[in-house]
């Protein structure tokens, strides 16, 4: 398990619901990957991000479903890729990554509570 947390400092973490707008293969990608462009709502906007999700994804099957994600990292290049937010997942039983998202669908922008 990881140190402890106080509440202010998991406040400090921007985490929001956006639904994926565009979606294309990353072959440039050291590890197989898929590039997403994702809508947050107006205040937050369109931000761009890669993701190891291509077991369970195709970019087909991304575009128009809502995923969750840390809107308020600083901006990371990832190979000729500037990621913007990092979507957030689970691993599976064998490792590989399964996207979290809401299970009903939400305003985009919506901050987790």
């Known amino acids: 398990m990881s140190n402890d947390l106080d509440f202010d400092d998991f406040l400090k973490v921007d985490i929001r619901v956006g639904t994926v ?10 590890k197989p990957a898929i590039k ?15 993701a190891q999700i291509t077991d369970h994804y195709t970019p087909q099957t991304l575009i128009g479903r809502q995923v969750v994600a840390v809107v308020n990292f600083p901006p990371r290049q990832i190979g000729k ?11 599976d039983a064998d490792g590989a990554i399964v996207l979290l ?13």
């Open 36 to 50: 997403l462009w994702v809508d947050f709502g107006g205040e937050i906007g369109e931000r761009k991000t890669s």
């Open 81 to 91: 890729f500037m990621s913007e937010v990092l979507v957030l997942g689970v691993p």
């Open 101 to 113: 998202a809401p299970d009903q669908v939400v305003p985009n922008g919506g901050r987790m509570h």
């Open 21 to 30: 707008l565009r979606a294309e293969p990353y072959p440039e990608a050291r």
